[in-house]
């Protein structure tokens, strides 16, 4: 490790405070971090205007009524805590006892997944960045489910989970893993692993509310803003035919969570726009019953309101002063 990296927060955050933390155990741990959330935000000059700002935003982006949240400013330590909760991604998930994991998931909508997995069907799943959604992942390889992930590999995430994106068995995870500088023909590859993974009944996770640019794109509306967002999981489902589920998984006191896999059907030739559009709908309705959890899409600024442009220097610099003006 280079002497920098002791000074920066990941450091301080993810090799310090939560290995710390997680010998609590996983209730005083959770409380822990809820603790440190509330008081960091009130401890930062401007953090909870900021929060307040964020949340205001999103209840009148959502048309909810005056007494459906509690008002920005008293839900703002909130999700200042939910932030804490947000990084710490799965760490307090890191054990390889798969019971004692499982445990701590209040799971809804498993049956229907299990029925489309034992039908050969496949599975489409479609994520997101509420919450727990890192966690979500332990429950679905713990239970065996034969799972592909087409994320960009978290980092920052348990050891638990790293051996399960490791493991050596045909059509490895690495060979399914995203990232933005993949050439054009590297990802009609993983397009083509996907498709085959589906087809011979696996389960194959992807995001659903990534701002994209480019192809493979559709248009959608969060939050109040219209963004072009990565819909590969609807033409998955549509070429395929197999099932799509949402997930959404949030935290629950005492270090545990709530997954749910909402079952959506298959996708019709010609239905995937719409269906991108259900899938935003759901997730808005997610963001108004949980907000503290909606750390991404109320602070990250892919999601918010487009910034105005800088405004144009009064004075020339010496290089554009001496160029021609033509």
């Given at each position: 490790?280079?002497?920098?990296?002791?000074?920066?927060?990941?450091?301080?955050?993810?090799?310090?405070?939560?290995?710390?933390?997680?010998?609590?155990?996983?209730?005083?741990a959770d409380a822990a971090l809820v603790a440190l959330g509330r008081a960091s935000a009130a401890a930062w000059p401007g953090r909870l205007g900021r929060l307040a700002a964020a949340l205001g935003r999103a209840r009148d982006a959502l048309g909810l009524a005056p007494d459906?949240?509690?008002?920005?400013?008293?839900?703002?330590?909130?999700?200042?805590?939910?932030?804490?909760?947000?990084?710490?991604?799965?760490?307090?998930?890191?054990?390889?006892?798969?019971?004692?994991?499982?445990?701590?998931?209040d799971v809804s909508g498993a049956d229907a997944f299990?029925?489309?997995?034992?039908?050969?069907?496949?599975?489409?799943?479609?994520g997101?960045?509420?919450?727990?959604?890192?966690?979500?992942?332990?429950?679905?390889?713990?239970?065996g489910a034969p799972l592909r992930l087409m994320v960009q590999r978290p980092h920052h995430v348990s050891a638990a989970l790293e051996r399960f994106f490791d493991r050596d068995e045909p059509e490895p995870q690495a060979g399914f893993f995203l990232r933005r500088a993949l050439q054009p023909g590297e990802c009609v590859a993983r397009v083509l692993r996907a498709r085959a993974a589906l087809k011979a009944g696996k389960a194959v996770y992807l995001p659903g509310d990534i701002p994209w640019s480019g192809p493979n794109t559709r248009s959608g509306r969060l939050l109040g803003q219209t963004h072009p967002l990565l819909s590969v999981w609807a033409d998955l489902?549509?070429?395929?035919?197999?099932?799509?589920?949402?997930?959404?998984?949030?935290?629950?006191?005492?270090?545990?969570?709530?997954l749910s896999l909402e079952p959506h059907g298959p996708i019709p030739p010609g239905g995937e726009a719409a269906a991108v559009i259900r899938y935003l709908g759901r997730l808005e309705h997610a963001i108004a019953a949980h907000p503290a959890d909606a750390v991404a899409h109320l602070l990250w600024p892919c999601y918010g309101?487009?910034?105005?442009?800088?405004?144009?220097?009064?004075?020339?610099s010496r290089r554009s002063a001496a160029l021609p003006q033509v």
């Open positions: 490790m280079r002497p920098r990296e002791l000074f920066t927060w990941k450091f301080a955050f993810y090799d310090v405070l939560l290995p710390a933390l997680r010998r609590l155990g996983p209730e005083r459906a949240w509690p008002e920005p400013s008293a839900l703002a330590p909130a999700l200042s805590a939910g932030t804490l909760r947000f990084l710490a991604r799965d760490y307090l998930l890191d054990t390889d006892d798969d019971a004692t994991a499982l445990a701590r998931f299990r029925d489309a997995l034992a039908a050969g069907r496949g599975a489409v799943l479609v997101g960045h509420l919450g727990g959604h890192v966690a979500a992942f332990h429950w679905l390889y713990r239970t489902a549509s070429l395929t035919g197999a099932p799509v589920f949402f997930v959404f998984c949030t935290h629950l006191d005492g270090g545990r969570f709530s309101p487009p910034r105005p442009a800088p405004e144009p220097s009064r004075r020339p």
